[in-house]
């Protein structure tokens, strides 16, 4: 079956513009993960949305990343203004959202920052 | 603080070799996934154990709640094996949100 997609696969920007990164998470799966991976680095958790709650943000690391999930489904992450640091690939992962159930990850997103 | 250790961070080994990643892991986390990420960045999902062992293929891997300790193992290593394994802790008071291990990076040579 279909598993978590996203898109674009890679985003080259300039300095300063807006991005927003797509994820489509299995269906019927009401959790939903944001991280990202910088060069040389662990993952990073930004945002975790779960069916109609109140995401939690506290991974965010600045208040021009931004995530939205419409319908429980489709989930779209906003940078704004970018820079050079937020150059990482990211990834999306879903799941049943129940007690320790399984995330499946996306293929990520390649974001460069020039 | 919630933490999971992973070693070794690098490991080399010879086609054919058994291979052991280990982790441990503190108080508060409730399961843990291994991963397997390639060169290009995607990530895999392997396993996810809250007790006991799991087999897939050529992978096994165990935990033990009381030592708070999970071992991944890689039978008949190959090449294609290469890449790095991640363990990351299913942390019960966080919505489930994962804490990552630094992860192992392995190279199986021919």
């Known amino acids: 079956g279909a598993g978590v997609s996203q898109s674009p696969s890679n985003k080259v920007t300039e300095k300063g513009k807006d991005v927003e990164l797509r994820c489509d998470p299995i269906s019927g799966h009401t959790a939903l993960y944001w991280y990202r991976q910088s060069l040389g680095q662990g993952l990073e958790f930004l945002i975790y949305?779960?069916?109609?709650?109140?995401?939690?943000k506290s991974g965010l690391p600045s208040d021009r990343f931004s995530a939205e999930r419409t319908g429980g489904s489709v989930s779209t992450l906003t940078i704004q203004r970018t820079q050079q640091e937020d150059s990482a690939v990211y990834l999306c992962?879903?799941?049943?959202?129940?007690?320790?159930?399984?995330?499946?990850f996306g293929p990520g997103t390649r974001l460069t920052v020039t | 603080k919630n933490e999971v250790e992973q070693s070794p961070q690098n490991l080399t080994a010879q086609e054919g070799e058994f291979i052991t990643i280990n982790c441990s892991y503190s108080?508060?986390?409730?399961?843990l996934h291994w991963l397997q990420q390639h060169p290009g960045g995607g990530i895999v999902s392997l396993f996810m154990?809250?007790?006991?062992?799991k087999k897939h293929g050529r992978l096994i891997a165990t935990i033990n709640i009381q030592e708070k300790h999970s071992s991944l193992h890689i039978t008949a290593s190959h090449p294609r094996d290469s890449a790095v394994y991640i363990c990351a802790g299913v942390f019960m008071d966080s919505n489930y949100q994962l804490i990552w291990g630094a992860g192992t990076k392995l190279i199986i040579k021919p």
């Open positions: 949305f779960q069916g109609n709650s109140a995401p939690d």
């Open positions: 992962a879903s799941s049943s959202g129940l007690a320790n159930y399984e995330q499946y």
């Open positions: 154990l809250s007790s006991g062992k």
């Open positions: 108080v508060g986390i409730s399961a």
